[in-house]
């Protein structure tokens, strides 16, 4: 069974950066495509980047692109999403999910869900 942790979110202000982190555990990360998604509050769970497992391929929602950028480092079984120039309109929670399909980009393609971590851009 494979665990996923999210890590590195909190309180920006509008124009900063974060470096959100999904840690996987109990098999290797490699194996999987990993997408990251947000949801805030009222809305749909949103899909906002993935990257293939061999990280040859790569997906950004128009939202987002040209600002995030997604990465992965095998070795260490994580996956990151930098996050540049942020926007009010990036405040939600943030999960990264695991999937078996080569760049999979609706949420129910993925199979492992982490817990979510809350990213806040306020003034």
């Known amino acids: 069974q494979l665990q996923l942790v999210e890590s590195g979110g909190g309180l920006v202000q509008p124009g900063g950066s974060l470096r959100l982190s999904c840690a996987g555990s109990?098999?290797?990360?490699?194996?999987?495509?990993i997408g990251w998604f947000r949801q805030a509050p009222g809305t749909e769970r949103e899909g906002v980047s993935c990257?293939?497992?061999?990280?040859?391929?790569?997906y950004y929602a128009d939202s987002v692109k040209g600002r995030f950028t997604i990465s992965r480092d095998n070795a260490k079984n994580t996956v990151y999403l930098q996050m540049n120039s942020l926007k009010p309109e990036d405040t939600a929670v943030y999960y990264c999910?695991?999937?078996?399909?080569?760049?999979?980009?609706?949420?129910?393609?993925?199979?492992?869900w982490g817990q979510g971590t809350q990213v806040t851009v306020s003034s």
């Open positions: 999910a695991a999937g078996g399909a080569r760049l999979p980009i609706r949420a129910y393609e993925y199979d492992y």
């Open positions: 109990g098999r290797p990360l490699g194996y999987y495509a």
């Open positions: 990257i293939s497992s061999d990280a040859d391929s790569t």
